[in-house]
C-alpha cells in the first residue's frame, strides 16, 4: 500500500513538473516555423532552445507579460529556406522584422491571422510570388516593407483597405501594370517607394490625397503623362523622385505648391515644355535635378530664390538665353551642371562668387566673352569644364 502510494505521488509530481515547463504555443509556433529553414544560425541554434518554457529568452524575440511573443526580429541572420506559416500562430505579434535573409518562395496566407500586426518587414530576401493583396486583411499595419525581393504582378487595389499605413516600400522588385488610384485612400502615408519596378500608365491624381506624404520615389519605371502632383496635398513633401520614365508632358506649374522639398529629381523622364517659375517657390530645396530632358525656354530667374541648393543639374536639355545673373544668389551651391544646352551670352559676374562652388560644367554651350579674374578667387573649385563654347581672350 506505501509503494502504490509513493508510485501515485511520483505520477501526479512528474505530470505537474512537465506541465510547468512545457514549451508554450509561441514557442511551438517558432519551432515548427524554423523547421522550414535549410541553414540554422548559431545565434538561434544556441538559443532556440525546445525545453524551456517560453520562448522569451530566445534571440531575437521580445514577449509581453503574458510571455507571449509580440516582436520578433530576425533580421541579417542569412537564414535559408521558407517562411513557414506557422510563425502567424503567434497571434500578439506587432514587429515581424524578417529582412536581409534568404527566404524564398511565397509569403504565406496565414499572416492575416496576425491582427495586431503594425510592423513588417520582408525586405532583401528572395520572395518570387505575387502582390500579397491579402496583408490588407491586416487591419492595423502601418509599415509594410517587401522591397528587393522579386515579387510581380499589379498591385492590388486592395491596398485600399491599408488605412493605417504610413511607410509603404515596394521598390526593386518586378511589379507591373498602373498605380492603383485607391492607393489614394491610404491617407496617412509618409513614404510611399515605387522605384525600380516595372509600372507603367499614368501617375493617378488620387495621389493627391496623400496630406502626410514626406517621400515619394518612382524612378525607374514605365509612367507616362501628365505629372497631376502637387496639386494640393503635397505641403509636406520633402522628397520627390520621378526620374527614368517616359512622362512626355511638362514639370506642372503646381510644383511650387511643395514648399518643404528639399530634394527633386526629374532626369531623363521626358519632360517637355518650360522650367516654371514657380520652382523659385521652393525655397527649402537643395537639390534640383532635371537634366536629360527635352526642356526649352530660358533658366527661369526665379531659380535665384532657392537659395538652399546645393546641387543644380540642367544639363543635356534644350534650354537657351543668358544664364540668369540671379543665380549668384545660391550662395551654398556646390555642384552646378548645365553643360550641353543651348545657352549664349557670358558667365555672369555673380556665379564666379558663389564661394561655396566645387564642380562647375558648362561646355557644349554658345557661352561668349572673357573669363573674369574674379574665377581665381574659388578656393574650393574642384573641376571646371568650359570647352565647346565661344570664349575669348585668356584663361586667368
Known sequence: MKLHSSLLFFHVFFQFYTLSFALNSDGLALLSFKSHWTSLPPLINSTWIPSHSTPCSWAGLKCNSFHRVISLNLSYLDIYGQLGPEVANCTQLQHLDLSYNYFNG?????????????????????????????????????????????????????????????????????????????????????????????????????????????NFDVADNKLTGAIPLCFSGCRNLQFLDISFNDFGSGIPYSIGNCTALSQFAAVKSNLVGTIPSSIGLLTELSTLRLSENHLSGKIPYEIGNCESLKELHLYSNRLDGNIPSEMGKLGELRDLELFSNQLSGEIPLEIWKIRHLEHLFVYNNSLSGELPVEMTELKNLKNISLFNNMFSGVIP
Open 106 to 214: 511565397q509569403i504565406p496566407y496565414s499572416f492575416t491571422n496576425l491582427h495586431k500586426l503594425k510592423y513588417l518587414d520582408l525586405s532583401v530576401n528572395l520572395l518570387n510570388a505575387p502582390f500579397p493583396h491579402f496583408l490588407s486583411q491586416i487591419p492595423h499595419l502601418k509599415l509594410l516593407d517587401l522591397s528587393y525581393n522579386q515579387l510581380h504582378s499589379s498591385i492590388s487595389t486592395t491596398i485600399a483597405n491599408m488605412t493605417h499605413l504610413q511607410e509603404l516600400y515596394l521598390q526593386f522588385n518586378n511589379f507591373s501594370g498602373a498605380i492603383p488610384s485607391s492607393m489614394g485612400n491610404c491617407t496617412q502615408l509618409q513614404d510611399l517607394y515605387l522605384n525600380d519596378n516595372q509600372l507603367e500608365g499614368v501617375l493617378p491624381y488620387s495621389l493627391n490625397n496623400l496630406n502626410h506624404l514626406l
